[in-house]
């Protein structure tokens, strides 16, 4: 079974998000799949299974769970099957059946690096925070009403992973998980993970719910944190969302989303292939 190791959301080696893409024939057993994202560690992991020409069936994991959806998995991974499968294209477009979703992402060669961009659909906006709640979320993430934007909402927003969006004019350094049942606390507004985003810096930041592991570079927030902001006026419907995250870990990174005339978020994010491998085990 080969593997790739790439850096995404950065076109310098070393930097941005990294990530393993393995791909694979013929079905693999849910346990396996969870244990071999041990063996890598890396935020995320995804395997793949071609299906079609251009057709690939994903399933992404975590060190700990699989996920139905996440961004930075799927970027990768179309730049990684441009370089193994189309290396003689200068862009190509691929399909990937997810757990609940199909999803189409392109891939464009640039100069030793690639350019990948994916379709995350129409996002949904699930409802605002307030009150009790809002107070009970800023208490867990080491923050007060103060560093909140006084006019812009705490918003649960989709596009594959819903997130709770908590905007900022300042605090963004301060941030950091207190509380051991953020998870419950974000299941009872609707929420999968939190996104703390300072509206002034376009800067964002996310952990894990335990507040372990902060993800260096997040695909899946950057849609509903782009879609927020087309939401709420902040950019035009024809202007580029550019987010950075990253830099308290020491991987900057740039995500870039933009909204198509049918309201559909796209996000896009460099591709850095730095290594390739084989895994000699047994699948199974």
Known sequence: MNYYHVDVFSSKSLSGNGLTVLFHHGDLDTQFMQKIAQEFK?????FLKQTGETHFRARIFTVDEELDFAGHPILGATATIHEKLYPEKSSITVAFQLNNKTLQAQSVKMDHYYQATMNQ???RFLGTVEGEQKNSFLQALNLTADHLHPSLPMEVVSTGLPYLIVPLVSGLE??????QDLEAQL???????????????????TWDNLGSVEDVATGSAAGPTGAYLYKKRF???????????????GRPSKLKVV????????????????ARGELLIQTS
């Not at 890396?42 to 995804?46: D, L, N, V």
């Open 42 to 46: 890396q935020f995320e992991t995804i």
């Open 121 to 123: 659909g129409v996002p």
């Open 174 to 179: 301060q941030v950091k998980i207190r509380v």
């Open 187 to 205: 299941s009872s507004v609707n929420a999968k993970f939190v996104y703390i985003f300072d509206v002034n810096k376009m800067e964002g930041r």
């Open 235 to 249: 950019f035009s419907a024809t202007e580029e969302v550019v987010i950075n995250q990253g830099g308290f870990v």
């Open 259 to 274: 909204a198509d005339s049918t309201g559909e978020i796209k996000v896009t994010g460099d591709v850095k292939i730095i």
